[in-house]
């Protein structure tokens, strides 16, 4: 019988992005870009083109996620986001609970379309709230108040099976008490999972330019920070809301099935400018990238393909890009799965010291980072890999 190629340990997903915001937020390196009008008829026939090139490739797959990302895809029409599932549909097989995620913002405008999109089939979406008060709000660019974030959450509790809100903490001037409060009053609408993040200042940005220039003022030091952590593990916890990954926490079944793909290794398609795939194809693993500029990706689209030249992904490669993904969730690494990838085994002593030092834990042949771990991830990995 046939072995099973690796990238079915962790399934088969689509990635769809949309490069457009209304306004580009201070703390966002993402794909984004501002732009008077949009024609979504020229986008839709792209993205449609694209789906057709990329499901000659991936013929009889089962598709466990669809993703609908930005930029801000609540600013997709309606009927963009059915022609897209409807094609994504002729082409694959479905998943029984396949899921299908959309991010919004959470303006009043953006959530008036929740209705069309669960029409469509979205039946997941992922609430940029980022902040529950209306100053943190103004200095985060967003372009919702929070009593907006509060009606779009509890008109998405109504719409979709499933619901997700984003958090920023550690932000400017905020103390240790109001993130437990805005954490706890979050949690009190009743979220299925929540993605935490601590705020980071990433070149590029405009907060990375005011931090260099030293006017990014009132950010937390270290030790406020990780207190912030430790009372976000603490409070999900009581919630019920499992800590699955870094800086992910959800309810029992209600885990990103999309991220899980991602995380725990499998094959997904990136589509739409400045998208990044991984595709194995003949038993060998590409790296796929896509045009950033969204007239760009227009373009290459309409002379036969928005991607890039692809890169193979060699063993050694592979297994540093899964133990960098798989220490990332709670459940951890495979040993054997390390070892069919890259055709080399973890040395135990190399385990075995990390574990003394409490860094990771071991469960048969599953090896996990723990807490401390998390932190130092990156160095984790370098003292695992083998020479």
Known sequence: MKQPEDW????????????FCKAKCPYCDFN?????????KDWQAAYLAEIDRAAAETPDRLLRSVFFGGGTPSLMEGPLVAAILERIAKHWRF??????TLEANPTSVEAGRFREYRAAGVNRVSLGLQALNDEDLRRLGRQHSAAEALAAFALARDVFPRVSGDLIYARQDQTLAAWQEELQRLIALGPD???LYQLTIEDGTAFGALARAGKLKGLP???LAADMYAATSEITAKARLSAYE?????????????????WRMGDYLGIGPGAHGRLTLDGKRYATDTQRNPEAWLAAVRNG???????LVDPAAQGTEYLLMALRLTEGASLRRFARMTGQEIAPDRVKSLVEDGFLTVDGEMIAA????????NRLVLELMPD
């Open 370 to 377: 723990t807490e401390a771990g998390r932190l130092l991830l």
């Open 8 to 19: 079915q340990e962790g399934g088969f997903a689509l990635y769809l992005h949309w490069p």
């Open 221 to 223: 030091d270290e030790d």
């Open 193 to 195: 999972h929540l993605s």
């Open 95 to 100: 998943a029984n609970d396949i899921e299908i």
């Open 32 to 40: 984004s870009h501002v732009r008077a009008a949009v024609d979504q």
């Open 246 to 262: 870094v800086s992910n926490y959800a309810a029992a079944g209600a885990e990103s099935r999309h991220n899980l793909v991602y």
């Open 305 to 311: 393909s928005g991607e890039k030249p692809r890169e």
